[in-house]
T-cell receptor, first 114, second 113 residues
Framework: DAGITQSPRHKVTETGTPVTLRCHQT?????MYWYRQDPGHGLRLIHY???????DKGEVSDGYSVSRSKTEDFLLTLESATSSQTSVYFC?????????????FGSGTQLSVL | DQQVKQNSPSLSVQEGRISILNCDYT??????FLWYKKYPAEGPTFLIS?????DKNEDGRFTVFLNKSAKHLSLHIVPSQPGDSAVYFC????????????FGAGTRLTVKP
């Protein structure tokens, strides 16, 4: 199994509060991703990183920011949580941006915004 | 816009029979396709993939078929086993643009003993 750890596994928070989710990898892979999974939508890309301090937006990036200060850590921050951000969040990694598109996923974080 | 569609939210089959999961995509720029399997409370895991230069790829009980002209792919599981019960996600990607992997909504497969 790919060495990907997400924390926390579960989080309940209130509307308007900031929340940070952490993804830690031990594979030294260059690419890291944050997805959210919602019924009827599958997995949608929030943000991704292609190196330390190199990040870009995905298809549902509004209300989220990310940071990557070390190869192994990728943080997702909800600046002011809303109920629409209640979801399951998955971190993923991949070895290369070209030719190897296989993603390895963490176990997910269940976030509830009340 | 949903560029990858799995129109069947659920599928139920008998153990030992064939399971066929379908997926359609709209963007002809996708040239690499993957299936992921997801159990409850776990992250998706890679199952099988196919490049657009092929029309079939087999791995044991799992076979993926690609019909580029129809922008359609399918996953065949033969024979189906109870342990195959999970949610299956279809994904489409552009390897030169690794960030652009789009997923379908998933199909929940139940294999009955």
């Amino acid at each position: 199994d790919a060495g990907i750890t997400q924390s926390p596994r579960h989080k309940v928070t209130e509307t308007g509060t900031p929340v940070t989710l952490r993804c830690h990898q031990t594979e030294n892979h260059r690419y890291m991703y944050w997805y959210r999974q919602d019924p009827g939508h599958g997995l949608r890309l929030i943000h991704y990183s292609y190196g330390v301090k190199d990040t870009d937006k995905g298809e549902v990036s509004d209300g989220y920011s990310v940071s990557r200060s070390k190869t192994e850590d990728f943080l997702l921050t909800l600046e002011s949580a809303t109920s629409s951000q209640t979801s399951v969040y998955f971190c993923a990694i991949s070895e290369s941006g070209q030719g190897s598109v296989k993603l390895f996923f963490g176990s997910g974080t269940q976030l509830s915004v009340l | 816009d949903q560029q990858v569609k799995q129109n069947s939210p659920s599928l139920s089959v008998q153990e030992g029979r064939i399971s066929i999961l379908n997926c359609d995509y709209t963007n002809s720029m996708f040239d690499y396709f993957l299936w992921y399997k997801k159990y409850p409370a776990e992250g998706p895991t890679f199952l099988i993939s196919i490049s657009s230069i092929k029309d079939k790829n087999e791995d044991g009980r799992f076979t993926v078929f690609l019909n580029k002209s129809a922008k359609h792919l399918s996953l065949h599981i033969v024979p189906s086993q109870p342990g195959d019960s999970a949610v299956y996600f279809c994904a489409a990607a552009r390897p030169r643009n690794n960030n652009d992997m789009r997923f379908g909504a998933g199909t929940r497969l139940t294999v009955k003993p």
